[in-house]
Structure formats: structure tokens, C-alpha cells
T-cell receptor
């Protein structure tokens, strides 16, 4: 079945550690996105990528980094510079133009040890 | 900049009651797209509807209906004869045509349907 796979489902980070969240899609979508969800705040855009080898900062990019080396993959690294990383992270993809509906993965819940 | 406001944080109803979720938006663009998504307890967001700013027709899909009113910048969502499976967080969202990669979400409304 086509869809978006995020892994792991749960992730724990130690102080000063970088962690990478995986996002893979087999929908043949050009655009991919990372969102952060905190209780009561909806989803906020971290980074997005319109096409392979290109990505743009969203509203809350500080402390995060991404890469887009393959169309199918858009991993997110939460760096030690992100002081409050505990949140639910959602990856999404869409066809272009991006005003089309986005398809979401099941999310990764990141917590601090 | 655009903004989406969902004033209702939580709504609790008994099964078979109707429930209406409010969504008010702000944008300077004359062309924009509005969405509703459902987030069940499992966590993934499920797309429900997309509406462009030039199409003010109301829409009905089974027990779901949407009322788009440009004059009041509102895009409200009604669930008729609610069921326990409708329990979820519902998000309203907007994309302006000037930057159609930046989807802005409201804070969400948690709907609980009691048997």
C-alpha cells in the first residue's frame, strides 16, 4: 500500500545528543514536510522540501536540520541546540502544486531522558 | 501572514447529537485553500476536505458537512448524528496562494462522543 512511514514511533534523547527521525514515502510525491505538534498548539512547520536536493525553513527551524537526497526520504535531525525537543513530530508529503492535500505519517514521539 | 483560529478547545456530546466545529481564518491573499483534517488517537492526520476561496458552495459528505462563508472568513464543520468513532482532534488549516507550501493550522478542537 502507498503511504508514509515514520520511524521510530517513540524516541528518547539524552542531553547534548543529536537524534534523527526517519520519514519515507512511496507515493511518488515531490513535496515533503516536517511538523511539530505540542499540546494545544496545533501543528507548526519545521522544514519543507519542494524537490530533491532542495529544502526551506519553516516557522520553527532553529535546532533542527534536514536533508533531501532522495525523493522518497526526508529525515529530520533534532540537534542538541533544540532546547525543548519533547513533542510529537509528523512528516507529510504532497504532490505539486502544494495546495493539494497533504498525506501524513503516524508520527514519532520524542522525549528527553 | 495568515492565521487560523479554532475557538473551541474541547466539545463533548452524547452519541447521535450534532456537533459544529468553528473555524475563522485571516489572510491577505485573495486566493487561498482551506482544509479540515481529523487526528484520531492513533496520531496520523486524515484529510477530510479541501476548498478553494472561489468556491463558496457548501458541501455534504455522508454525516459531514461544511459551511464556507467568505463574508465572515469562516469555514465551519458539522458532524450530524455523531458516533463514538468521531472522537478525535479536528484541525482547520489554510494555505495562501502566495506560498502554497506553508500550511497554517488552527490549534485544533477535541471532540469526545460519549455512548
Amino acid at each position: 500500500d502507498g503511504g508514509i512511514t515514520q520511524s521510530p514511533k517513540y524516541l528518547f534523547r539524552k542531553e547534548g545528543q543529536n537524534v534523527t527521525l526517519s520519514c519515507e514515502q512511496n507515493l511518488n510525491h515531490d513535496a515533503m514536510y516536517w511538523y511539530r505538534q505540542d499540546p494545544g498548539q496545533g501543528l507548526r512547520l519545521i522544514y519543507y522540501s519542494q524537490i530533491v536536493n532542495d529544502f526551506q525553513k519553516g516557522d520553527i527551524a532553529e535546532g533542527y536540520s534536514v536533508s533531501r537526497e532522495k525523493k522518497e526520504s526526508f529525515p529530520l535531525t533534532v540537534t542538541s541546540a533544540q532546547k525543548n525537543p519533547t513533542a510529537f513530530y509528523l512528516c507529510a508529503s504532497s504532490i505539486n502544486p502544494a495546495n493539494q492535500p497533504q498525506h501524513f505519517g503516524d508520527g514519532t514521539r520524542l522525549s528527553i531522558l | 501572514a495568515q492565521k487560523v483560529t479554532q475557538a473551541q478547545t474541547e466539545i463533548s456530546v452524547v452519541e447521535k447529537e450534532d456537533v459544529t466545529l468553528d473555524c475563522v481564518y485571516e489572510t491577505r491573499d485573495t486566493t487561498y485553500y482551506l482544509f479540515w483534517y481529523k487526528q484520531p488517537p492513533s496520531g496520523e492526520l486524515v484529510f477530510l476536505i479541501r476548498r478553494n476561496s472561489f468556491d463558496e458552495q457548501n458541501e455534504i459528505s455522508g454525516r459531514y458537512s461544511w459551511n464556507f462563508q467568505k463574508s465572515t472568513s469562516s469555514f465551519n464543520f458539522t458532524i450530524t448524528a455523531s458516533q463514538v468513532v468521531d472522537s478525535a482532534v479536528y484541525f482547520c488549516a489554510l494555505i495562501p496562494a502566495s506560498n502554497d507550501y506553508k500550511l497554517s493550522f488552527g490549534a485544533g478542537t477535541t471532540v469526545t462522543v460519549r455512548a
